[in-house]
T-cell receptor, first 109, second 113 residues
């Protein structure tokens, strides 16, 4: 079967750095996506990785290791507005997105 | 630029009543369209996707159906709602190739009582 695993909840302090991990087992791989979802709102796209390595976008970076079936989202200089759920999704061989349950990130002052 | 609309934003319906949720996309042609459901504290469950007018693929057998009467219109329906149909319904689009990210509408929060 296909499976995406992420921690259910994480807590971090404003101004700090947090790493949210995602491991996956899917039938084929055509890229991995990270989305941010604030409570009661729709997910918004953060990043896309299809090759191994690190992609940096401002305060957010995403890393992929295809051989390990592993990715992480790194958030630096945390702000209170970063409190949200972060969803990991993998595009399988049929170009369908398989979604993780999301990681709820709580930022404390 | 592309925009995606969904309505209504919230809906409270009794068990056994019908449902119709509408999604429209502007600023793009021939998009792939998707209906997802998200239960509280859970991930996204793909319900239906469409690669063109009248072309609907169902991912989960259930009492819901979808239709795509126009290129940029996607409708989710039910003849008789169940309690388990409660959730946050999201419509999304991606470009025709489907390789890139999906963009989501604002969602409809459905409560079945």
């Amino acid at each position: 079967g296909q499976n995406i695993d992420q921690p259910t909840e994480m807590t971090a302090t404003e101004g700090a750095i947090v790493q949210i991990n995602c491991t996956y087992q899917t039938s084929g791989f055509n890229g991995l996506f990270w989305y941010q979802q604030h409570a009661g709102e729709a997910p918004t796209f953060l990043s896309y990785n299809v090759l191994d390595g690190l992609e940096e976008k401002g305060r957010f970076s995403s890393f992929l290791s295809r051989s390990k079936g592993y990715s992480y989202l790194l958030l630096k200089e945390l702000q209170m507005k970063d409190s949200a759920s972060y969803l990991c999704a993998v595009m399988d061989s049929n170009y369908q997105l398989i979604w993780g349950a999301g990681t709820k990130l709580i930022i404390k002052p | 630029s592309q925009t995606i609309h969904q309505w209504p934003a919230t809906l409270v319906q009794p068990v056994g009543s019908p449902l119709s949720l509408e999604c429209t996309v502007e600023g793009t042609s021939n998009p792939n369209l998707y209906w997802y459901r998200q239960a509280a504290g859970r991930g996204l469950q793909l319900l239906f996707y469409s690669v063109g007018i009248g072309q609907i693929s169902s991912e989960v057998p259930q009492n819901l159906s979808a239709s795509r009467p126009q290129d940029r219109q996607f409708i989710l329906s039910s003849k008789k709602l169940l309690l388990s149909d409660s959730g946050f319904y999201l419509c999304a689009w991606s470009d025709l190739a489907g390789y890139n990210e999906q963009f989501f509408g604002p969602g409809t929060r459905l409560t079945v009582l």
